[in-house]
């Protein structure tokens, strides 16, 4: 079918309150649907002072803050006038991107008026609980996610690591990739500047491990720490960059007291930042998909990471990067070590990872979101079809 008849009612936990890679990502989403001449409608929690402006047109939906995380906000549902909405907006897509109340309730509403539903993965919420001492709750939590993707016509994951995952936790059949893109022309190796190095206490002759996210616990900032740490025990010299904000921010700074704190970059300032390091380290196992990963390796820098969903659909151990178990923190310290005494092979790795990026532009990324609105759609067609004969 056409893009122009293709209507999509977007539900999104938190569109634009916070910049993350989920809602970067969805925007970008929006954009592209927009200039193929696509339907959206949006439907999110709003906060008087968003991160920044979205794409496109934005129903509020009612919310509260998240306890001890009051950045993020949780929707509270549909109510009458969103679904009048809903209902006026007419359309024949819906799209969840979170599986919070509101996302629930939007699958219901489509299912009962004969509409395909997808939901998109954007990281692992399971995996939260364990940072918060509530890892007894997963279980619980699979269940609630399984009742809402099973209901919905297909996902969308952002890698088939991922896919992997949901297809073994049996949450749907229907699994397509949507990957994610880079902007090389904002993120690459030209962007490195010596010169703001040293406005910021960094020596020409340093090395300097990258931590580049939002700063809160299921992020492993612990892994992190215990990481910095055992490289000093090995008496490798290194300057640690912090780059990103978020409420463990103080926690990290007890911890890492010696470490550059930037807080939130954004454009030029943050494509600098992250070429001027020698290395990033991210220990994350909670990404469904390693954007910051990504924007390190388009700026030709070398990736230490883990084997999980974020990091084993980018980085190739031994040749764009190394990566180690989830919270080995003993070996990360010595991959690091082999990386600040061999300039060479940071280069060489940083190389081999500008090549990964080279193959992700984002319009054909988006475009496999664009054919599964359009397959789930026609599939809808044809069994209504078969069902009225």
Known sequence: ??????????????????????????????????????????????????????????VSLPSVPIPGRSEYRISLGLPPHVRKDLAEFAPNVVHVSSPDFSAHRAVSWARARGIPAIASVHTRFDTYLAYYKLG????MVRAILRRLYLRCDALVAPSE????????????????????????????????????RRSIGIADDEFVVLFLGRLVMEKALD??????????????????????????????????????????????????????????????VTEAFGNVTLEAMASGLPVVAVNATGATNLVIHGQSGFLAEPGDYETIADELATYAADPK????????????????DWDQINSAVLRTYSRVIERKKRHARLTRR
């Open 161 to 196: 690591s991922m896919a992997a995952v949901l297809r073994a936790q049996r949450m749907n059949r229907d699994i397509s990739i949507w990957s994610r893109g880079v902007d090389r022309e904002h993120f690459n190796p030209g962007r490195r500047d010596m010169a703001w």
């Open 136 to 139: 007894n709750l997963e279980p």
């Open 223 to 284: 892994v992190f720490s215990d990481a910095m740490d055992e490289l000093g025990e090995k008496n490798v010299k290194h300057r640690v960059l912090i780059v990103g904000e978020g409420p463990a921010r103080g926690w990290l700074e007890e911890r890492l007291p010696d470490a550059i704190y930037t807080g939130h970059l954004a454009g030029d300032d943050l494509a600098r930042a992250v070429a001027s390091a020698d290395v990033m380290l991210n220990p994350s």
């Open 345 to 360: 092979l940071r280069r060489k790795h940083g190389q081999a990872g500008i090549k990964v990026a080279q193959g992700r």
């Open 1 to 58: 079918m056409e893009p122009n008849e293709i209507r999509v009612a977007l539900v999104s936990g938190n569109y634009n309150c916070v910049r993350d890679g989920a809602n970067k990502a969805l925007n970008r989403l929006v954009g592209y649907l927009l200039r193929q001449g696509v339907h959206v409608r949006i439907y999110s929690p709003t906060v008087e002072h968003p991160a920044f402006e979205p794409t496109g047109d934005l």
